[in-house]
């Protein structure tokens, strides 16, 4: 990644770093209220996604060294493939757990809404709080409010009210700092493909790299040793990105 790159992601990383008045709000809720658990929502798990990946990438490297120029023993070719697709397969679990996350996020604030305009209208708490989807009911801003509306009789929507529009601010912040790190993702992206790009060049020169690479001892090892610094470095810019955008 260039160091213009690294520079944007560091100061997004910083502008982001400060809690959300959100999350600030439920704490002092949470202290009001003892014993009330406030969690941070969880992200689905890469692993599965990993492990596919790693076992595709593993049998299709092995099998193409095997069959197509007889390797009896591909060990590197397979540790390589493996590699690759746990790499590939983390990727695209975080891009389907972010798509996911935005969706819950959007459809939380709604609910959140929905149910302080139902609670103005003049419906009763219990009838409002079972008219919006379950995940909202259960959610930690839903039930601070209402266990502190419980205890002390302040009116419930007007809370309901500030912490729709917390969660609308996050996610306005959330869809900022992605427009910020769009440069750096591509360029990391790029920078991941390029390997790619040169063995297609390679092939398209006559050099056969496909053939060093699967079927000469010290091809094979020159892919594992390049595929695992290639993921390593995948890796380092995913997580910088992700601090970046989940720093709270």
């Known amino acids: ?3 213009a ?9 910083g502008l982001v770093r400060a809690p959300s008045p959100a999350i600030a709000r439920l704490r002092v809720l949470q202290a009001r209220v003892p014993g009330l658990p406030l969690r941070r929502p969880t992200v689905p798990s890469a692993r599965a996604d990993m492990a596919v990946g790693a076992i595709a990438g593993a049998a299709v490297l092995g099998a193409w060294a095997w069959l197509g120029y007889g390797v009896t023993a591909p060990v590197l070719p397979m540790v390589a493939g493996a590699v690759a697709g746990a790499t590939a397969g983390a990727a695209l679990g975080r891009v389907a ?3 996911a996350r935005r969706r819950a996020d959007t459809a939380l604030a709604e609910a959140v809404g929905s149910l302080a305009a139902d609670l103005r209208a003049g419906q009763r708490p219990a009838e409002a709080l079972a008219a919006v989807a379950d995940p909202a009911a259960r959610h930690r801003a839903v039930v601070a409010v209402w266990s502190v509306s419980e205890h002390s009789g302040a009116p419930a929507a007007a809370v309901l009210d500030r912490v729709e529009q917390d969660l609308r601010a996050r996610q306005d912040q959330r869809r900022e700092v992605t427009a910020a790190l769009a440069g750096p993702r591509s360029t990391g992206t790029l920078l991941a493909v390029l390997p790619l790009l040169g063995i297609g060049l390679g ?15 010290r091809g094979q090892l020159a892919l594992a040793v390049g595929v695992v610094l290639e993921a390593l470095g995948v890796r380092w810019t995913s997580r910088i990105i992700a601090a970046a955008e989940d720093a709270r």
């Not at 790159?5 to 990383?13: G, H, L, P, R, Y």
């Open 5 to 13: 790159a690294v520079t944007v992601i560091a100061v997004v990383a």
């Open 97 to 99: 757990a972010d798509r």
């Open 1 to 3: 990644m260039t160091a």
């Open 203 to 217: 092939a398209g020169m006559g050099a056969h790299p496909i053939t060093v690479l699967l079927g000469q001892p």
